[in-house]
Every structure is written in structure tokens, then in C-alpha cells.
């Protein structure tokens, strides 16, 4: 073969490449936007190329091999994302559980000094008030217990919720850390080497 020839057998050879690259590259943007999985069938099917081509070529893998840990980075931080709406969605219910047993405490100390008030005004102007007088007094107190009592059950519950939320933030917590570790594993390598037999479209 003449040099000439030879030239023009690398050239066009050289253009086949570039040519096949870019039906790579054009078929893995084109995934990309679908939302759907980068793998060497796929990819190979799509652009019309060997698997050969894509296993042998380094810049068919690095291209493949990239869009694979790009969509496996952002499936993490999606799932991610999500997980940290749902903790702040927990952690918020367990501030206003906390907010809330803060003020069931609040107004049950306020009604036990009320009631303490009455009962000694009771004791020690017992004798001074009428009969109707007493009775009213009576009355209010029992209403009073009642509502210490009804509270005591809220401020039990509401403990109960609280603890459950706090629950929840924990193990969000977890969640977000196995995701965090998860993303860190899934990092674009520089170049990535395919061990399987390859084979011909």
C-alpha cells in the first residue's frame, strides 16, 4: 500500500471514530433527557455502534462511564432532597409538640394555684358565706379539677407525640447519612473499565 493510501486509510478511519463518538455522545444526551438508564446495550443499540466499539474505544467509555455516576449522583441527591423534606416536616411537628406540652404545662400550674386559691378561701371564709355562696364555689372547683384533669390527659398525649417525632428525627438522621455515604460512593470515576467479554451488533 502506498503512502498516500495509507494516509487516507488512517484519515478515514479517524473520521469513523469521530463520527461514532458523536452518535455516542448525541445518544447518552438523549438519555439524559428522557430520564432514562445509560448502559452499553442501550447506548450501543441506540447509536448504532458495536459494543466492541464502546468496550475497546476509551472516550466511548469515559463518555458512558460518566453519564452513569452523573445519574447515579443525582437519583442520590433526589432521594436525598426528599428525605431531608420529609425531617424537616418531622422536626417541625416535634417543635410545635414541644411548643404546645410547654403551654399544657403552663396552664395546668396555673389551675392548680386557682384551685389552691379557692380551696382556702373556702376554708377560711367558710363560715361568713351563705349556703348558695359555698355551693357556687363548690362548683367551680369541681369544674376547675375537671379541667386539670382533661389537660393532665392532653399533656399525656401530647408527650406521646412527641416522643414519636423525636423518633422520626432520629431516624431521619440515619437516613440522611446512609444517602450522604451512598452519594459519596457514586462519585463519576476518571475512566471506567468494563470487565465483561464484549460483543458485536
Do not use: C, F, P
Given at each position: 500500500m502506498t503512502p498516500d493510501r495509507t494516509?487516507?486509510?488512517?484519515?478515514?478511519?479517524?473520521?469513523?471514530t469521530e463520527r461514532k463518538l458523536q452518535q455516542?455522545?448525541?445518544?447518552?444526551?438523549?438519555?439524559?433527557?428522557?430520564?432514562?438508564?445509560?448502559?452499553?446495550p442501550a447506548v450501543a443499540r441506540r447509536a448504532a455502534v458495536s459494543r466492541t466499539f464502546l468496550y475497546e474505544n476509551a472516550e466511548a467509555r469515559a463518555l458512558i462511564g460518566e453519564a452513569i455516576?452523573?445519574?447515579?449522583?443525582?437519583q442520590a441527591q433526589a432521594r436525598a432532597g426528599a428525605d431531608a423534606r420529609n425531617?424537616?416536616?418531622?422536626?417541625?411537628?416535634?417543635?410545635?409538640?414541644?411548643?404546645?406540652?410547654?403551654?399544657?404545662h403552663a396552664e395546668i400550674g396555673a389551675?392548680?394555684?386557682r384551685i389552691a386559691v379557692l380551696m382556702g378561701q373556702i376554708r377560711d371564709l367558710e363560715?361568713?358565706?351563705?349556703?348558695?355562696?359555698?355551693?357556687?364555689?363548690?362548683?367551680?372547683?369541681?369544674?376547675?379539677k375537671q379541667r386539670v384533669r382533661q389537660l393532665t390527659t392532653e399533656n399525656r398525649t401530647l408527650a406521646e407525640r412527641l416522643r414519636a417525632a423525636r423518633s422520626d428525627n432520629r431516624f431521619a438522621?440515619?437516613?440522611?447519612?446512609?444517602?450522604?455515604?451512598?452519594?459519596?460512593?457514586?462519585a463519576p470515576p476518571a475512566e471506567t473499565a468494563v470487565p465483561d467479554q464484549p460483543g458485536h451488533s
Open positions: 494516509a487516507a486509510a488512517i484519515e478515514a478511519r479517524r473520521r469513523t455516542v455522545g448525541d445518544v447518552i444526551t438523549d438519555l439524559g433527557r428522557r430520564k432514562m438508564t445509560v448502559a452499553y455516576g452523573t445519574a447515579a449522583s443525582q425531617e424537616a416536616s418531622w422536626r417541625e411537628r416535634a417543635l410545635n409538640a414541644e411548643a404546645t406540652l410547654t403551654t399544657a389551675q392548680r394555684d363560715h361568713e358565706w351563705s349556703r348558695e355562696t359555698a355551693q357556687r364555689i363548690t362548683t367551680e372547683n369541681t369544674t376547675l438522621d440515619r437516613r440522611i447519612a446512609q444517602l450522604e455515604a451512598q452519594l459519596a460512593e457514586h
